[in-house]
C-alpha cells in the first residue's frame, strides 16, 4: 500500500506565485514524523521540514509554511511568492513510530517537480 | 556546517562487478543509513545502521548488498555483483539520536551506472 502520496507530479508556476505542494499518508501508527525534503537540479537531498503527529499547529518559516491536518491525513507546503531558485523536486517523506522500535526508516513519496519561470 | 559526504559522485561499473560506495557521516552522529532512488522515481529506504549492527533493512537489501563500518569515520555499501538494476543514485543519510523522531542528513550521492 502506498503510505505516502504526493499526487500532483509536476507544477508550473511564473515567479513570484505562490504553490502548494500536496502530501497524504497513510499509517496505523499513533506517533510518527513528517518530513519535508527539497531535491534541487544538483541531486542532493535537503532537510526542510519535519513535524510531528501531536502537533498540529500549522508553521510558517519565511516563504515556507506547512498545514499539518491528522483528520484529512495531511501534510501540505506551501511556497510564498516562489522564486527560480525553489525549481526542484520536493519529496514528502513518513517515519512511523513502529511502538518505538524503529530506527527511523522514512518512507518517501513519488515526489513533486516544481519549475518556477521567470 | 556540518555534512554528509560521499565518495565518489560518479560510479560507472560493468555487470558483475563489484562496487564499494562510501560515505563520512557526521561526525557526532550514530545512526546511518543507505538509500537508493532509480532515475526518475522516488528515494527508497536501503538498510539502517547502528552499534556496527544493521538494524533495520528492505527487500531490496538482499545478499549482494552489504554495509560495514570499517574505521570511525567512514561507512560503506558493497554491492558485490552488480546487476543492470543496481543502477540508482545511492544516498547514505545520518542522524544523531536514531528512531522515528530523528531528522536524517543526506550525502550528495553517488551515482551508479551499470553497463
Known amino acids: 500500500a502506498q503510505k505516502v502520496t504526493q499526487a500532483q507530479t509536476e507544477i508550473s508556476v511564473v515567479e513570484k506565485e505562490d504553490v502548494t505542494l500536496d502530501c497524504v499518508y497513510e499509517t496505523r501508527d499513533t506517533t510518527y514524523y513528517l518530513f519535508w525534503y527539497k531535491q534541487p537540479p544538483s541531486g542532493e537531498l535537503v532537510f526542510l521540514i519535519r513535524r510531528n503527529s501531536f502537533d498540529e499547529q500549522n508553521e510558517i518559516s519565511g516563504r515556507y509554511s506547512w498545514n499539518f491536518q491528522k483528520s484529512t491525513s495531511s501534510f501540505n507546503f506551501t511556497i510564498t511568492a516562489s522564486q527560480v531558485v525553489d525549481s526542484a523536486v520536493y519529496f514528502c517523506?513518513?517515519?512511523?513510530?513502529?511502538?518505538?522500535?524503529?530506527?527511523?526508516?522514512?518512507?518517501f513519496g513519488q515526489g513533486t517537480i516544481l519549475t518556477v519561470h521567470p | 556546517e556540518p555534512e554528509v559526504t560521499q565518495t565518489p559522485s560518479h560510479q560507472v561499473t560493468q555487470m558483475g562487478q563489484e562496487v564499494i560506495l562510501r560515505c563520512v557521516p557526521i561526525s557526532n552522529h550514530l545512526y546511518f543509513y543507505w538509500y537508493r532512488q532509480i532515475l526518475g522515481q522516488k528515494v527508497e529506504f536501503l538498510v539502517s545502521?547502528?552499534?556496527?549492527?544493521?538494524?533495520?533493512k528492505s527487500e531490496i537489501f538482499d545478499d549482494q548488498f552489504s554495509v560495514e563500518r570499517p574505521d570511525g569515520s567512514n561507512f560503506t555499501l558493497k554491492i558485490r555483483s552488480t546487476k543492470l538494476e543496481d543502477s540508482a543514485m545511492y544516498f547514505c543519510?545520518?542522524?544523531?539520536?536514531?528512531?522515528?523522531?530523528?531528522?536524517?542528513?543526506f550525502g550528495p550521492g553517488t551515482r551508479l551506472t551499470v553497463l
Open positions: 543519510a545520518s542522524s544523531e539520536s536514531g528512531g522515528y523522531t530523528d531528522t536524517q542528513y
Open positions: 545502521f547502528y552499534n556496527n549492527e544493521i538494524s533495520e
Open positions: 517523506a513518513l517515519s512511523e513510530g513502529v511502538g518505538g522500535t524503529s530506527y527511523g526508516k522514512l518512507t
